[in-house]
């Protein structure tokens, strides 16, 4: 296999005075790790990052280095001698890493490095030459053979055991670049998978999101529940499995959860020529992380709460609350992995309310009163909850589930989910009256009753059962007198 490595000028623009700055310091300095491997299978990030190694002082490197180019800097590890610098340049943001030697020499050093394909290195003042620089990349483990043959190996076998989330990466690598994990890293997986409990949820999070950022991520999920990986960072799922449903469904509560996932990537790929549905998925909730990422980890958690919420009534499976329950587990689950507050609130909507859509497919008439109060409480998520919504009929496939009723269901979603865009595009009615106009009007206090109130008008205001402020006041005296009287 030919390559051609190659840097771009803009690349060149940010690695020259990196350079400069280790040369005036009798540094040598050698790029190391993804960045090649990318380089050499063509792959271009938008917001790229360099690692780099030296023989020792990398955090002192760095942090003399940071002021010098005006970037940000942190320490990664003190013990071990590794740092990060993020700068900005021409609306790119580049991530720079600083690490010393994991051995006395460059070798030893990437003989401690993940796989084989992250084991290639470069010396930094080679990327200036003019040429091919494939003769001058340094391959001690045969690194360009894996590229070649698509093969994600660990460079040695106790890879696992020095930095057990490794075992994560091995998959998000794989669902990154399409390659296959080797026999025994894939069996060294399933063997090591306890020493994952010792690494911290923050950096499982993040390899967990490389995985649900791909557009199938459910067979990378799926591999890694066979090995029992994912119960070991997701304990909760344990008690989700062998769980039946009933005759509406076909699988437990945990294949129908993965299932669940599947179902929504297809579900992905049906809607990409709808623009409204595309820009409402790629916009970004936190940390680079996407609506549409978010949402494949609410599946994951949508029925987290069966479990607990199971009870059997006259022979027949119940789940009553479970959505209830789950929220709360969801809650927790977030919390642990260290999700912002945004994260946190997508997921809470998104398992409280993935079962309205079914509900309001069941009504005989769906009325603008209950589109209303579903868009209201929704909210931002509205179009999360009703694609999961499909996805997670679409996994149900047991005896009493009536293709009359899949259709039905199918038709209400896509239909709220028009709706939603359209009102989105139309001006907000202006508001009949407000609170100062109630106080006044009423001779009321300020209080919460004054919300409830104005909540009431603003639901009967967008149905069409009042448009005018004499309406708007003859209905707030009615809905006052009603909280009245509900209060004695």
């Not at 890293?185 to 409990?197: D, G, I, N, S, V």
């Not at 499909?390 to 009493?400: E, S, V, Y």
């Not at 209400?412 to 359209?422: A, T």
């Amino acid at each position: 296999m030919n390559y051609n490595l190659q840097f771009s000028s803009k690349d060149k623009e940010i690695l020259k005075p990196i350079y400069a700055f280790a040369k005036a310091r009798r540094v040598t300095l050698y790029l190391v790790g993804g960045i090649l491997g990318d380089m050499l299978l063509g792959r271009v990030k938008q917001n790229p990052d360099f690692d780099f190694c030296l023989n020792r002082g990398a955090i002192n490197f760095g942090r003399l280095l940071a002021k010098e180019i005006r970037a940000g800097f942190v320490v990664l590890d003190k013990e071990h001698g590794a740092c990060r610098l993020v700068k900005k340049a021409k609306a790119k943001i580049y991530t720079l890493d600083f690490t010393d030697f994991r051995g006395k020499t460059l070798k030893k050093d990437l003989l401690h490095r993940d796989f084989t394909v992250n084991a290639l290195a470069l010396e930094l003042k080679d990327v200036f030459i003019r040429g091919n620089l494939d003769n001058l990349l340094i391959d001690p483990y045969g690194g360009r053979d894996d590229l070649k043959f698509k093969t994600i190996k660990m460079v040695n076998i106790r890879a696992f055991d020095e930095d057990p989330l490794r075992i994560l990466r091995a998959f998000s690598l794989s669902a990154i670049s399409g390659f296959k994990i080797e026999k025994q890293t894939f069996r060294l997986a399933r063997l090591k998978r306890e020493k994952l409990t010792k690494v911290s949820f923050e950096r499982i999070r993040d390899e967990m999101f490389k995985i649900l950022q791909c557009h199938n991520s459910f067979d990378y999920l799926n591999q890694m529940d066979k090995l029992k990986i994912l119960q070991v960072i997701l304990p909760e799922i344990i008690k989700m499995r062998r769980i039946g449903q009933g005759p509406y469904h076909h699988l437990d509560v945990w294949q129908h959860t993965l299932e669940t996932i599947r179902q929504l990537e297809i579900l992905y790929k049906e809607v990409r020529s709808n623009h409204d549905i595309q820009q409402y998925l790629d916009q970004i909730i936190s940390s680079e992380r996407s609506r549409k990422t978010v949402m494949k980890l609410g599946a994951l958690l949508h029925d987290i709460g069966k479990p607990a919420a199971l009870r059997r009534e006259e022979g027949k499976i119940k789940f009553h609350g479970h959505e209830r329950i789950g929220l709360g587990m969801t809650e927790d689950i977030g919390r642990r992995f260290k999700l912002s507050v945004d994260e946190i609130n997508t997921l809470r909507k998104i398992v409280l309310w993935h079962l309205r859509p079914g509900y309001l497919a069941g009504c005989e008439v769906l009325t603008p009163r209950a589109k209303f109060r579903y868009f209201r409480d929704a909210d931002q998520e509205a179009i999360s909850t009703l694609l999961l919504s499909l996805a997670d009929q679409r996994a149900t496939k047991g005896p009493l589930t009536t293709k009359n009723s899949r259709v039905k269901h199918e038709k209400v979603c896509k239909s709220l989910i028009r709706e939603y865009f359209k009102k989105k595009k139309e001006k907000k009615p202006k508001r009949l009256i407000n609170g100062d106009i109630l106080i006044k009007k009423f001779k009321l206090e300020p209080s919460p009753l004054i919300g409830k109130i104005l909540s009431e008008i603003e639901e009967l205001q967008a149905i069409g059962k009042i448009s005018t402020k004499l309406q708007a006041l003859e209905a707030a005296r009615k809905i006052l007198g009603t909280l009245l009287i509900s209060k004695k």
